[in-house]
């Protein structure tokens, strides 16, 4: 009976021990906020760059995440990403002549005209979504070593998910 009395109390402690491992492994949301968007990050990841964006680099695998905004021109803010993709995504491959596109999607954004494009290049993998609201688009660009690409996912889908664009022109 006494035996069993410490068994409960060591898996007790050993559960919450896992428990506040787990958490602290999490780490704290740090958040960016400029004049164009504002995104939450957690604690695996280090600011290298503000200057142009928000360019964070993942602690444990060196991976990258790349966020930048473009201001379009008065005369986009009507016009959807579906009708102006093609020449976004053409300037971007123009850059990465080396990668070989994998998979193209419209993102399952609810808040934003978004499109997702995976490519890859040897053992390197890239994600570059595609955001738009008025005449803001919003380009990010994730990319990985492949066998670290899809342990990093999580961490860049929850920054992917608290992506906020700030109201650029207003919609007349």
Known sequence: MKNMKYLIVFIIISLLMVLGISYSFKGKIKEYDSTDFKVGYDSTWKVIDKNNGLKLEHKKTDSILNIQCKILETNYID????????????????????????NRMESPS?????????????????LVNIYKKDN?????????????FDIVLDSVDSILDSLEIITGEPIS
Do not use: H
């Open 79 to 102: 016009t959807k990403l579906n009708d102006i993709i093609s020449d976004v995504i053409y300037g971007i491959e123009i850059q990465n002549s080396d990668y070989i596109l994998i």
């Open 110 to 126: 609810e808040q934003y005209d978004s499109y997702s494009y995976l490519y890859e290049n040897n053992d390197i993998q890239a």
């Open 136 to 148: 803001k688009l919003i380009i990010i660009y994730y990319e990985a070593k492949s066998d670290v």
